[in-house]
């Protein structure tokens, strides 16, 4: 794979990236068996013999047994450290986090981000996270304290660059305005199956200001490759059959897959989306590196588009 600069800073990254979500087990499991660490490390181990170059993470993920099952794979990978950008994110705190009556929230505070920021690379066992990003946005945000928490984190060393995901446009540039670093990445929900930020001036933004849109469950969680059956008592049935249909089409003129087509279709815009690839399925994992080849026309862009939406355009 071809690299590509991650906003305006100096790191680069392959253009498929690994979301480490699944490695410690399906969901947010706080239950992790030998079995699946070990699926989880086959899968991480996969993906960086396969070219990917950044693996993203989070505290919450499988609560932070995520962050730790990666650093073992770091651990037992030679030389796997020095090519690779480490992603994580802070910022949810679950239920009865630090007390039994404390609700499920999200955490801004100076304390938390450093706090948090602390955590992970104890779990992940390196001395610096390339990219630290925010994770949902916090109701009681003050930009200037979460500017506060990242100046201290580069000041030592412990952070690279930053970033934020699943903002609005305006909550980004809030915090950016505050900041006294370039906030390089912003990660959101984006593939055919959730349009969002191509309407609500996100991917525009990401574009005008050198940005790195990361696209997470850029398959739809799965969906768009998926082969079993479309439940047509869904409220959306006859969009997803169309979309899958349109897919297969493209696919099969190409000889290759639907999930392939529908990450192909995310590296086509010039906003350079980054798609976070978020299988444990090594041959998954492997088959999906086939989109960075696959160039689609913009006949076929828009085809795949107007299917997406579910009407043709105005």
């Known amino acids: 794979m071809e690299t ?91 239920a009865g986090d630090p ?20 955590q992970s690379l104890k779990r992940l066992g390196v001395d610096r996270i390339d990219l630290y990003l925010l994770h949902r946005p916090d109701y009681l945000c003050d930009p200037e304290e979460v500017a506060q928490a990242f100046s201290r984190l580069k000041q030592a060393g412990k952070v690279a660059e ?37 309407h609500d001036g996100t991917l525009a933004q990401c574009s005008m200001e050198q940005i790195t849109p990361m696209a997470w469950s850029p398959l739809g969680g799965g969906r768009l490759g998926a082969s079993d059956p479309i439940d047509l008592r869904g409220a959306d049935h006859a969009r997803r059959l169309h979309i899958r249909e349109v897919l297969e089409l493209i696919a099969r003129a190409r000889d290759t897959s639907r999930a392939v087509i529908a990450i192909a ?23 999906l590196t086939k989109a960075v080849d696959v160039h689609l026309t913009r006949e076929e862009w828009y085809r795949l588009l107007e299917a997406a939406l579910g009407h043709r355009l105005p």
């Open 265 to 287: 279709w995310l590296l086509k815009h010039p906003a350079r989306i980054l798609p976070i690839v978020g299988s444990t399925d090594p041959d998954r994992i492997r088959e």
């Open 4 to 94: 590509l600069s991650l906003g305006t800073s100096v790191l680069k990254a392959s253009q498929l990236s690994y979301g480490c979500w699944r490695i410690g087990g399906p969901g947010e499991s706080s239950e992790v068996t030998q079995e699946r660490e070990a699926a989880g490390a086959r899968a991480a181990t996969a993906a960086f013999e396969a070219g990917y170059t950044l693996f993203d993470l989070a505290d919450i993920y499988s609560h932070g047994e995520a962050e730790r099952i990666f650093g073992n794979v770091l651990k037992s990978v030679s030389g796997m450290r020095e090519r690779i950008l480490v992603v994580s994110k802070c910022g949810i705190r679950k």
């Open 162 to 198: 930053f970033g934020v995901s699943n903002f609005s446009p305006a909550q980004f540039s809030a915090v950016q305005k505050a900041c006294p670093m370039r906030l390089i990445a912003h990660q959101v929900e984006i593939s055919l199956m959730k349009l969002d930020c191509f």
């Open 99 to 118: 007390d039994a009556d404390s609700p499920y929230r999200y955490d801004f505070s100076a304390g938390h981000i450093i706090w948090s920021c602390e």
